[in-house]
């Protein structure tokens, strides 16, 4: 380690973080509720006080998946309005299949997987495509069109799902990519090929966050990237809870940025979630695998 | 447990078959149904129709000069060679045009979707394409099938007419017809074969049958073993190797049958 671990951004992070309603309770939402846009666009802005009652907008509950063998068992976790949850744990327990699961990709064997209180396990393919729609997913190998320039990437969202004319489009991909720190004329006609991993990561966010989702997914941003690159990229996702409130679900088996931008952190291990609340009490923990996944930090 | 082992392998067998009808039936419904991909289908009528133009051209050309060949060898025996151009003729329109013409696109574009669709598999695309609301399917199988549809049967046809050239110059060339006679004979034998609904020669319906399913064939097994790629970068390779072998003898099997059905009906 060349320098130490740097204090938290006390101006970054979230005020939410402390004092969090018990993580377990579960808050159900009144049926007449309005799920909207209008609820995001109220609660987006500045970063605000803590919701006086936090609203669960992912929840997992009790899964259990097996492909040839069981992956995931009894895993459950949930994800409040504006919170920043970040699931550990080593490679190949599954932290990837648990963001297919919440994109219905892949449906769990047991269990209920619940998006903005509605269960989308048993949705039909068109239903579950409406769904994904609120959520903006950044790949573990940032999965950008090929055959498309950073432009249609970025654009492709807004296409698909918006009514935007050519203008209105150009502006917000402009937008988008300014938010993850590129150069939108020099990048906009370029091939995913031509970039590097680090800008190709970026493009993938921008083009998770196209459609302002309400629930942003990463899977692995800051993997194989410089700490510099590193550093820059846990920015934006705090930038983006910060300034949209947007609820997050971060993979990552980096711990020191799990710990800068995670308001919860999810620890996985052998299948099961071995820990789940926040970074503080985390530290505190007085377990075995939990101190040696810390590794002291 | 061999047995047990059989039985899972058969069961797997038969959910993939399933697994295909479904994507097929989907794909030619989403033909019909909004958004159209307009866009894609024109770039996917340019990949497999215009830029296989020159092996179709070659393939046909070809097969026409070698079939006036070895056919003139045998007409021969007979005091025949005039009737070249009806060999010639119904071989290509009714059998090798087709046929060839399937396997050269099997061989060009099923392997080229195979490989894309594989590997936009197995880098997360079309995961992404799911997470961005769209329907892999209609997306990318749809426009691959519509272009497919009617490049095949184009490509046919200029692989029929080029092997008839290819027919003519050896006809006047090493057998010295004239080429009004082998023209001649060329419209007998589309005139001799009779007429279906009084003016569609029977060789052409034949001819433009089984190109037509030979490129829905060929593209959805491309694009189901390409969807379908597990392991990699490596999977792409088998994805693509498995596609040409697969849609290849399908053509052949499925040109026996349909050969004996348009033959029972027409
Ligand atoms: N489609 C699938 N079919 C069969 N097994 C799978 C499939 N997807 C994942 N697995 C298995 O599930 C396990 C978890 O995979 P997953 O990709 O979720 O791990 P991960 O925690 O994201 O690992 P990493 O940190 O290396 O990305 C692995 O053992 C993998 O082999
Ligand atoms: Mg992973």
């Known amino acids: 380690m060349s320098e130490k671990p740097s204090e938290p951004d006390p101006s970054i992070v979230p005020e939410i973080l402390p004092d969090e309603e018990p993580v377990t309770g579960k808050v159900v939402r009144p049926p007449d509720e309005n799920l909207g846009d209008d609820r995001r666009k109220l609660e987006r802005g500045p970063a605000q006080k803590p919701h006086p009652e936090a609203t669960p907008v992912v929840q997992v509950e009790n899964v259990s998946l097996a492909f040839d063998e069981p992956i995931l068992e009894d895993v459950s976790f949930q994800a409040n309005e504006g919170e920043t949850v970040v699931v550990v744990g080593e490679s190949g327990t599954g932290k990837s299949t648990i963001l297919k699961l919440l994109l219905r990709l892949l449906v769990p064997d047991k269990g209920a997987v619940l998006v903005d209180g509605q269960d989308i396990v048993d949705l039909s393919f068109n239903e579950a495509l409406k769904v994904r729609q609120k959520m903006g997913m950044v790949f573990q190998s940032a999965a950008l069109f090929d055959s498309l320039t950073v432009f249609e990437n970025v654009a492709y969202p807004l296409r698909e799902h918006t009514e935007l004319n050519e203008e209105e489009i150009e502006a917000r991909v402009r937008e988008k990519l300014e938010f993850v720190d590129l150069e939108p004329d020099k990048v906009m006609s370029q091939m995913p090929a031509e970039l590097s991993g680090g800008m190709r990561k970026r493009v993938g966010i921008a083009r998770g966050m196209a459609n302002n989702p309400e629930i942003m997914l990463y899977d692995e941003p800051t993997s194989g990237l410089d700490p510099l690159t590193t550093a820059t990229i846990t920015h934006l996702i705090m930038k983006l809870q910060k300034e949209l409130s947007v609820t997050s679900i971060v993979v990552s088996h980096d711990i020191r940025s799990s710990f800068r931008m995670g308001t919860k952190i999810a620890l996985l291990a052998d299948r099961r979630i071995a820990y789940f609340g926040t970074p503080e009490d985390m530290r505190k923990q007085d377990d075995e695998y939990i101190g040696r996944f810390l590794g002291g930090y | ?266």
């Open chain 2, 1 to 266: 447990m061999r047995l047990s082992g059989f039985n899972d392998a058969a069961k797997q067998k038969v959910f993939s078959l399933q697994e295909y009808f479904v994507l097929s039936a989907k794909s030619i419904g989403f033909i019909f149904r909004r958004p159209f991909y307009t866009q894609d289908v024109v770039q996917q009528m340019d990949a497999i129709g215009v830029q296989s133009l020159t092996i179709i051209l070659l393939t046909g050309f070809f097969t026409g000069m070698v079939l006036a060949l070895q056919t003139s060898v045998q007409l021969a025996t007979f005091g025949a060679t005039m009737y070249v151009g009806r060999l010639v003729t119904a071989t290509m329109i009714r059998e090798l045009g087709p046929v060839l013409a399937g396997l050269m696109v099997a061989g060009r574009v099923g392997s080229g979707i195979a490989a894309q669709l594989g590997s936009m598999r197995v880098t997360e695309q079309i995961d992404a394409l799911n997470t961005l609301g769209t329907d892999p399917i209609k997306k990318l199988v749809t426009p691959r099938v519509l272009a497919a549809l009617i490049m095949v049967p184009v490509l046919t046809i200029i692989a029929d007419v080029a092997g008839i050239f290819g027919g003519n110059v050896i006809a006047s060339t090493y057998l010295g017809l004239p080429p009004s006679l082998y023209w001649r004979t060329v419209w007998e034998q589309i005139a001799s074969g009779g007429f279906t609904l009084r003016y569609i020669p029977v060789d052409f319906v034949h001819g433009l049958v089984k190109p037509f399913v030979f490129g829905a064939i060929i593209v959805t097994v491309a694009c189901y073993l390409g969807l379908n790629t597990k392991g990699g970068t490596e999977g792409v390779g088998v994805s693509t190797t498995r596609t040409v072998v697969v849609s290849s003898i399908m053509i052949l099997i499925i040109d026996y049958f349909i050969t004996q059905i348009l033959l029972a009906v027409l």
